[in-house]
């Protein structure tokens, strides 16, 4: 049976409408010269406000188009944000939630994820929920607890039908964005930890999910990476902003989808 991946690219904090729809062009382009499987899916998500210029660029090309964000009400006196509503109506099929540095710059909880979790559920999106440990807490041999932490109330009162829809990213916080990385063998270490959890959590839902590592996946090291048997994709930064790097990835996960 192919193996199923999800290779998503958090855009952050880059790309105006005209830079988004450039670089989600060329990356819808080399998707479809690829001609992924359909075990094989590509999103993007961009700024909020370049969500639409990307839908624009990559329409009927199979790529999806994400945000890195909702609020967990549909309508209020919630000035800046924006409602999984919103989001939906947008024409985003994901959303991430709880990314390191939603937790680490704006105070975000656990306890505040599960309201965006259902929230988002509710709409008919699916949620990528983020968890990982920090430096300190891997030094302190903390990670599995902490994950576990992340993903028992993240996903509190959650159905087993709506936790079918939910995606799991693991992020190593201390491999984001300072050019360190994960081995293989460690990224497979937490993500099959997080699998049992998942199980004990959730039971066969909770087996089956998704799980994408998150923690500075680029083309010279997707092959080693996507290969373990509980990694299904990536959650992509740096080698997203890229079309031919980004490319890179997907074509990997083609590969091993089909061997």
Known sequence: ?????????????????AEARTLAAAIAEKHSSLKPPSSVQTLICPPYLSIYAALEAVKGSGVHIGAQDCHFETKGAFTGEIAPNMVKASGCSHVILGHSERRQYFGETNALLNKKVRAALSEGLIPIYCVGETLAERQEERTLAVVRTQ??????????????????????VWAIGTGLAATAEQAQEVHAAIRGFLTEILGAVGAEMLILYGGSLKPDNADE?????????????????????FAAIIAAACKLAAS
């Open 1 to 17: 049976m192919a193996r199923t991946y999800l290779i998503a690219g958090n855009w952050k904090m880059h790309t105006t409408p």
């Open 151 to 172: 993903l028992v109330d993240g996903l509190k009162d959650i159905s087993l039908q709506s936790a079918s829809q939910l995606v799991i990213a693991y992020e190593p």
């Open 225 to 245: 990476i996507l290969s373990k048997p509980d990694v299904n994709g990536g959650l992509i930064g740096g080698a997203a902003l890229q079309a031919d790097s």
